[in-house]
């Protein structure tokens, strides 16, 4: 009997250890480079803060996907008035946030009005500004009037900037955010993690993951151990630097190298001397060699711009050659522009690896034709309130990740300064066009002139380098927008 009832209990144990053995995991631990200064997607422009909320804390009327389409959202359906003006969104029902909160037209009513105020934080307030009225039918229908047709609103909607929050919470979200997505916001280990939970009153789809955990990761010097020992499961996008061959040679790994929407620039301030000369300017394009910098910056893979576009669009104009690597001619303009013994200026870079290698590389071509910079590490906190907000600097490297965000230079009040009456007059004719062969010689015409104008120096277009386990499936291949979406992703074993 002893002996028979050892074998049962053997038996049990055994079949015990091979359920948990083949049992999928429900956690997952993401890797990102930059922590984020607070996590409420309508009152900061890190993009940090969306790779976190975006459509795992946060949803809004529409949604895009890694190809860039657009899809419903908290709005499952729409109407579109015969002018093009007034959208009638139906909302999804038995939505609550995650305090409990039901949600309701009211709350987009709110979210839109309150991001297209006057005294909005909302850092794409721009978005918002063809929005005349939000006007709410009834608790699950709400009609949104425009001032013009604006071809691009439903896209506009799908951006993190364009969540919809709740009066209840809005105020405290830097902190404590909470949306109606899939995943409720668990912990803020400062310095360390950010940790989410599955919200379990969730109205869409079941995800997979009970918990994820978004753990700050600066460099790839970190990032590859972590990734080797499994303390990381998966980056997003990963500064992979030299060890990238490493890491795609081992069968643990997927690695994919996608594309993003991430314009990778050296900003200029256009308001501050000598950069409000166009053949200073035209001197830096000259001097910079793109492909100089893309090796030191995104080991080789980024693709050259030579205006903000992305060369995936189908918009896309080639003008790389607008001012070809030349630095006798540079030397020239610059002669021309009274600094024939060249200027001294400061250049402030943020964080990332990108920012940091490509600025040595880029600090080192412009010795070569006399400007001397001072190359001065920020903080992001810093960059955001130094560069971003109060515009005190000379250069910097920054990637914008916004999708079709080429609008930014017709802002008059936006960071790099740059203003251009018929840049101007053209985009707002693209705004209030729909028909997409038009908004596409638009575009056509608008790249050019940013191209001659070179307000600030296009280098190339940032590559998404995905890396997870290989078990790993539903992570984003391409980047349309920086985010990190968790709602499709599972362990497959």
């Given amino acids: 009997m002893k002996i028979l009832k050892s074998i049962v209990v053997a038996t049990a144990l055994a079949l015990a250890m091979g359920t948990a053995a083949n049992a999928q995991r429900t956690d997952i631990i993401i890797g990102m480079v930059l922590e984020p200064p607070h996590l409420d997607p309508t009152a900061g422009a890190a993009a940090a803060i969306k790779e976190i909320g975006y459509q795992n804390i946060f949803e809004g009327l529409t949604r ?90 439903l896209f ?84 992979a630097g030299d060890a990238l061959s490493q890491i795609q040679s081992d069968p643990r790994f997927e690695v994919v190298i996608g594309s993003t929407e991430g314009e990778t ?25 793109r492909d100089e910098v893309i090796e030191a910056a995104s080991s080789g893979l980024g693709v050259p711009i030579g205006s903000h576009f992305a060369p995936h669009h189908p918009a896309y104009v080639d003008l790389t050659d607008t001012y070809p690597h030349d630095p006798d001619r540079a030397r020239e303009l610059l002669a021309e522009a009274g600094h024939a013994d060249g200027f001294s200026a400061t250049l402030r870079l943020p964080p990332p690896p990108y920012a940091r290698d490509g600025g040595q590389v880029i600090a080192s071509q ?15 906190a810093e960059w955001l309130s130094q560069v971003f907000t109060d515009k005190d600097f000379d250069m910097t490297i920054i990637s914008h990740v916004e999708p079709v965000d ?27 066009t729909a028909d997409e062969a038009r908004r596409n010689e638009i575009f056509g015409e608008l790249q050019r002139i940013l191209a001659e104008d070179a307000p600030v120096g296009f280098l190339y277009q940032m590559p998404k380098i995905g890396v997870w386990d290989a078990r790993i499936e539903g992570m984003w291949e391409n980047w349309p927008l920086a985010v990190s979406d968790l709602s499709q992703v599972r362990w497959t074993e």
């Fill in 64 to 153: 895009m996907n890694d190809s860039g389409e657009v899809l419903p959202g908290l709005a499952r359906s729409w109407d579109i008035s015969e002018d093009g003006t007034v959208y009638t969104f139906h909302l999804a029902e038995g939505v609550t946030f995650h305090d409990g909160t039901p949600f309701s037209a009211e709350d987009v009513k709110f979210s839109l009005d309150r991001a297209r105020a006057e005294d909005s934080t909302n850092p794409q307030k721009g978005l918002f500004a063809a929005i005349e009225n939000v006007e709410v039918i009834d608790d699950n229908t709400v009609e949104v009037t425009l001032s013009a047709p604006q071809g691009n609103f």
């Fill in 156 to 239: 506009n909607m799908a951006w993190g900037e364009a969540a919809i929050v709740s009066p209840a919470s809005a105020d405290t979200n830097q902190e404590n955010p909470i949306g109606t997505g899939p995943f409720k916001f668990d912990n803020w280990s400062r310095g360390s993690a950010v940790t989410l939970s599955r919200f379990a009153d969730y109205w869409g789809d079941d995800v997979h993951l009970e918990r994820a955990e978004f753990r700050f990761v600066p460099d790839a010097a970190a990032a590859i151990p972590a990734l080797l020992s499994g303390d990381i499961h998966a980056m997003s996008n990963m500064p």
């Fill in 265 to 289: 620039i050296l900003s200029i301030n256009n308001q501050r001397e000598p950069f409000d000369d166009l053949r200073v300017r035209q001197a830096i394009a000259h001097a910079i060699n």
């Fill in 366 to 380: 412009l010795r070569q034709v006399g400007i001397e910079l001072e190359i001065i590490p920020v903080e992001w």
């Fill in 406 to 432: 080429i609008g930014i230079y017709s802002r008059p009040d936006y960071y790099f300064q740059y203003q251009n009456p018929e840049f101007n007059a053209l985009y707002q004719e693209l705004t209030v």
